[in-house]
């Protein structure tokens, strides 16, 4: 009978053990399953906001590009292929040469006076042909000159609150401020702020009136561009 008594005091606390080890199991798991739960959450949080915020920065780039868009700043239009027929003048002497007129040959070359060898012309723009020009003449012949190049039917265009409309040769590097001007400046109805400059399909509008302060915002004008000048609100 002691023996029984001994064995089932023994049996139960061998249970309890058990039972208590199956609890702390239980709790282990338990933990470590709302642990994995609360990361994978704040995970996708993270990563909800982080596309959130993308697609609103992407929304706002489309919205700011439906009214304006840069344009390039050198159309393929305005450089220089064989075959173009060139006028280079010279300014900035005592005595000036004669203008100089020529065409760039087939292999992209011309021979301009004075310098008795052939330049690359083709592919560049004119205002890239004058700099180069002026630096090949300074300081090996002249010790200061003024190189102008002109081409054959290239033109801009100056339409809107100006007053003169018209189409303007292209004679070189010009501002839209100039080719402004080179209409008869604005009228009184004049929106100076917004004045939207065409290349092609893009569209560019210049505030004329902080270029008066800040040059750089006075873009450059080039052959085939049409410049509108809008009306003032009241």
Known sequence: MLNLSIK???MNYEVRLLVKNLMLRSKTIVYWCCLFIAVFYLTGCINNNANSSRQSQHSL???GSDEEQIIPEVPSSDLLEPGNPITISFSGLSTVPVPFTCR???DGTITPPYLNKQIKAA????GALEQFLEKEYVPKIYRTINVTIRTADRFYFVGGEVRQPSRQPYIGRITVS???????????FADQRKVRVFRGAKVQIVDCKSALEDPTKDILIYPGDRIVVESKLF
């Open 178 to 188: 100039q080719a402004i001007q080179s209409a008869g400046d604005f009228t009184d």
């Open 104 to 106: 760039i040959r087939e």
């Open 123 to 126: 592919g560049l723009t004119i």
């Open 61 to 63: 780039d489309v919205q």
């Open 8 to 10: 089932f005091i023994i």
